[in-house]
């Protein structure tokens, strides 16, 4: 039983460098959203997955899927715009190293799929718009981070900010 612990902890050991060697890593996010829309603006929700090549040291690109909602004041009317996204961000991403764990920076586009209903009408809207962030990584153990990151897409005439939490897994 001794013997199966120990090649157990080296195995376990040996992971964080596969895990530089191959540079892949796969999470999945939830938070707090604000959309815009028209003058106004209100809070939501969003959730979704991600993943993540390292490139060098420092940059690496990433992609997820977003999914989002949220009821927005209608300018004209009483009525409340409710709004349901689906974002697919793509990002170049930086990370500065500090002595507990990075800090990143990251810009890229996202293509987007906004559907807006009020009082019964919906509209359809879909097509590109800049996608930007900046946050804090904590790596628990090496294979597993904890991000609190912020998260801006701008989706034709919806903008949304986030604040997100997420769990990262590397491969």
């Not at 090549?53 to 899927?65: E, M």
């Not at 609190?148 to 604040?163: F, K, P, T």
């Amino acid at each position: 039983m001794k013997k199966l612990m120990l090649s157990a902890a080296l195995a376990l050991l040996s992971l964080p460098a596969s895990a530089e060697i191959l540079g892949l890593s796969v999470g999945a996010n939830a938070g707090a959203s604000r959309l815009e829309y028209d003058g106004n603006s209100d809070y939501g929700y969003e959730y979704g997955v991600n993943a993540s090549y390292q490139v060098t040291s420092i940059f690496s690109v990433n992609a997820g899927l977003a999914i989002g909602s949220a009821e927005v004041d209608s300018r004209l009317s009483s009525a409340k715009n409710d709004i349901d996204y689906t974002s697919v961000p793509l990002t170049l991403q930086a990370d500065i190293p500090l002595l507990v764990g990075s800090v990143y920076a990251r810009a890229g586009t996202n293509y987007y799929d906004v559907d807006r209903k009020l009082s019964g009408v919906t509209h359809k809207d879909d097509g590109w718009g800049f996608a930007g962030g900046a946050g804090f990584v904590l790596g628990i153990i090496p294979l597993l981070d904890l991000t609190l990151g912020y998260e801006y897409r701008d989706m034709g005439e919806v903008d949304s900010n986030a604040i997100l939490l997420s769990v990262g897994f590397g491969l």
